[in-house]
């Protein structure tokens, strides 16, 4: 081999240190958010009914979080939640905007896409909204570059089989701000997993060069539930065992697109759901496992929810964390890792970048989470780690033990009650069945005042206490 030339030699040596040196680019994120997926609707979680296998991949490679809850178990409120790093009720979100309000996401707060774009991040949202239908409460208007997806839930259109009590206007696909139709029909929704996923391959090969954020919503599994002729009757387990399996194959074409360009070791990949199973819907439903209720309730199935997350190098593969996390906790945990700035005003999360990377020793900086339901009812909260947890007196939906209805109708709920405060163990009892109160009472006093600071701060209508320290959401003039 002939020595280099001086010149050459150099030029190399000069630029060495610099390459050595070089800080390791800002990664890449992707969240893949689904709609009302069960805590053990997927391999990794408890399910054999139906396969899983990139979702089973990204266990293996990546970090199974056992403990990850939404903030309330209903769709605005938990998207609310995850975009902005704050309770829902602080923001003036609750349960489920419907297409006739004229309110959405207030635009002086700051969303997750908003936090990227201080750094340059390209940032983009396929899929379900639900924060604002209105076109200056969409995407485009709250950090993302580009949107293509439903502005709310796809049962809120004219054509279901359940329309008893409710006539819904026409349900609209919108590209950015603008409806690019006005009517969706069953023949669309076939094909919402599909165009939505080749959203967000087609904006990774565009953007594989620049840091990017990108927001993978889904409308399933919420019903009704619909399926592209490819997965139709494949999974051996009925429609939704097949609208899960087209999910799996989404997250399959979004790891092959981060693989194909180069980048998959740079991206961190979160797979979650933004709440429990609607359990009412029977075989049109998921399985909240070994989880009391579902959607709807601030039980464990209506809260807890499956979550993975693939980073290499930096998530250990195969493992699993079982300390409590919240959505909450996304916003301020990505404003650390790639340096941006918080907002000014109160947000509720903290930084939880070591629970994630699992780094040993590492504990959750919450004192206590909490959890509001319907009309800012203070119905639950939790210890920090996530192992006790007190409920309040309230009411709550329920099957009563009665099995869903089928075939896409649902049955009524019954009404069950919680009579006086009840404390769990979720260590030991993660099913919620056994009130362990009188053994505990030190436990007991901590998570009362724990709920006391919350009243203090963002009020509660069980008890009749008015919120100091909420925002209201942004409205039509």
């Not at 009412?280 to 929810?305: C, D, F, I, M, Q």
């Amino acid at each position: 081999m002939k020595p280099l030339p001086l010149l050459a030699l150099s030029a190399l040596l000069a630029v060495l240190p610099s390459a050595v040196n070089a800080a390791p680019p800002p990664p890449n994120v992707v969240i893949i958010f689904c709609d009302d997926l069960g805590y053990a609707d997927i391999g990794s979680f408890g399910c054999t009914r139906y396969a899983t296998p990139n979702l089973d991949r990204l266990a293996r490679e990546g970090r199974r979080f056992t403990n990850f809850h939404v903030s309330e178990a209903v769709c605005s409120a938990s998207r609310a939640s995850l975009l902005t790093g704050c309770y829902n009720n602080r923001i003036g979100i609750f349960n489920a905007l419907n297409p006739t309000v004229r309110h959405g996401l207030n635009p002086d707060e700051t969303t997750l896409a908003e936090i990227f774009k201080q750094k340059d991040y390209a940032t983009g949202m396929a899929g379900k909204w639900h924060l604002g239908h209105l076109p200056l409460f969409l995407p485009v208007h709250h950090g993302f570059d580009e949107y293509y997806g439903l502005p709310y839930s796809n049962d809120m259109w004219p054509h279901g089989i359940e329309k008893k009590n409710v006539v819904y206007a026409p349900l609209p696909l919108i590209e950015g701000d603008e409806v690019i139709k006005a009517d969706v029909t069953a023949k669309d929704q076939e094909q919402l997993t599909t165009r939505y996923t080749e959203r967000a391959v087609d904006f990774i090969k565009r953007n594989h060069d620049r840091p990017f954020f990108f927001y993978l919503a889904h409308s399933m599994p919420h019903v009704p539930l619909y399926v592209s002729d490819k997965f139709k009757g494949k999974s051996g387990a009925g429609l939704y065992g097949d609208v899960i399996q087209e999910i799996d194959w989404s997250v399959g074409q979004v790891m092959g697109a981060l693989k194909s360009q180069g980048i998959e070791d740079n991206t961190l990949v979160i797979f979650t759901s933004d709440n429990g199973p609607w359990l009412r819907y029977g075989n049109h439903a998921g399985s909240s496992g070994p989880l009391r209720e579902g959607k709807g309730t601030s039980w464990e199935g209506g809260t807890r929810v499956p979550c993975l997350m693939r980073w290499p190098r930096h998530i250990p593969a195969g493992s699993s964390g079982e300390e409590m996390l919240m959505t909450i906790d996304l916003l301020p945990t990505f404003a650390g890792l790639i340096g941006g700035t918080l907002p000014n005003h109160t947000i509720d999360g903290l930084d939880v970048l070591p629970l994630i990377v699992g780094t040993p020793g590492a504990k959750n900086p919450h004192d206590a989470y909490w959890n509001y339901y319907d009309d800012n009812q203070l119905q639950s909260v939790y210890t920090g780690d996530g192992r006790w947890k007190m409920v309040f007196p309230h009411t709550y939906t329920t099957l009563n033990g009665q099995p869903g209805g089928r075939d896409g109708y649902a049955v009524p709920y019954e009404s069950g009650k919680v009579g006086k405060p009840q404390l769990f163990d979720l260590l030991t009892d993660v099913g919620e069945k056994t009130d362990v109160a009188a053994a505990h009472p030190e436990v007991v006093a901590k998570l009362e005042a724990a709920a006391e600071k919350a009243r203090a701060d963002l009020g509660d209508s069980l008890t009749k206490r008015p919120a100091t320290n909420v925002r209201p959401p942004g409205r039509l003039k």
